[in-house]
């Protein structure tokens, strides 16, 4: 798959995802919910299948060290982002009619950093480069409406609206493009870019499946979403 053809798919999830709030007046819900459980479940196991494996096939400690990186830099954009990456949302009425810079933001270098990772598979391995793609638009498409969901709580005029979700739905695509194009130095190692991936991904999916039973309970529906989502994972291979 070329990556002209990745960058319109990765644009169109995360744009479609944002306007849907407004078409269809979609809201927050325990569907929803539901789906970013899947799409946490279908990470982690990419991330373990091939992500992995792939990286550490030519072994190099200080992959181990990106990876940890990886983490670290999702933990301090979650600061900002408030968690949304993995469903929370809060909406404060004393914040009406303010952008939430410091949320927006956080979420497109997330999704900047996603895109990046999907350069590796786009030169050799393309098995797990559209099981990738398929895990990130499956986690990208919730993200985008719970974002627009929480812009549109705060009042924010459309054209801002509109201006911000093509940002987000852009950030991906740049990533991207940067990976491929080797622009900055560190990219000329693709597996250091596929490690910082790993970490974020990795964070992301374990925090997603760890807060997916609220009050530590089992929960039947929920379990059955992550099986399949490790299934799904599995059978894509």
Do not use: W
């Not at 992995?52 to 990886?70: H, K, Q, R, T």
């Not at 393309?126 to 812009?151: E, F, Q, R």
């Not at 991906?172 to 080797?182: F, N």
């Amino acid at each position: 798959m070329s990556n002209t053809i990745v960058n319109i798919i990765l644009f169109s999830s995360a744009f479609l995802g944002g306007i849907a709030v407004i078409l269809f007046k979609l809201q927050f819900s325990k569907n929803l919910k539901l789906l970013i459980s899947f799409s946490g479940s279908f990470i982690l196991a990419i991330c373990v299948l091939h992500l992995m494996p792939e990286i550490f096939s030519d072994y190099d400690a200080s992959i181990g060290v990106f990876i940890l990186l990886g983490f670290l830099i999702q933990l301090l954009l979650e600061f900002f982002s408030e968690g949304i990456e993995h469903g929370h949302f809060h909406s404060h009425s004393k914040d009406l009619a303010v952008f939430p810079y410091a949320i927006f933001i956080s979420l497109c270098i997330h999704s900047f950093f996603e895109g990046m990772a999907l350069i590796d598979g786009n030169h050799n391995h393309h098995d797990h480069s559209n099981s990738l793609l398929l895990g990130i638009i499956i986690h990208k498409i919730p993200i985008a409406i719970v974002l627009s969901t929480m812009i549109l709580s705060k009042n924010i005029s459309k054209i801002t609206f509109f201006i911000a979700i093509t940002l987000f739905a852009v950030s991906a695509p740049l990533g991207l493009y940067l990976a491929s194009s080797h622009i900055l130095p560190f990219i000329e190692n693709s597996r250091i870019i596929l490690a910082l991936a790993v970490g974020i991904f990795l964070h992301i999916s374990t925090t997603i499946l760890f807060e997916s039973s609220e009050g530590h309970k089992f929960d039947l529906k929920k379990f059955v979403i992550i099986v399949i989502g490790f299934a799904l994972a599995i059978f894509t291979s």
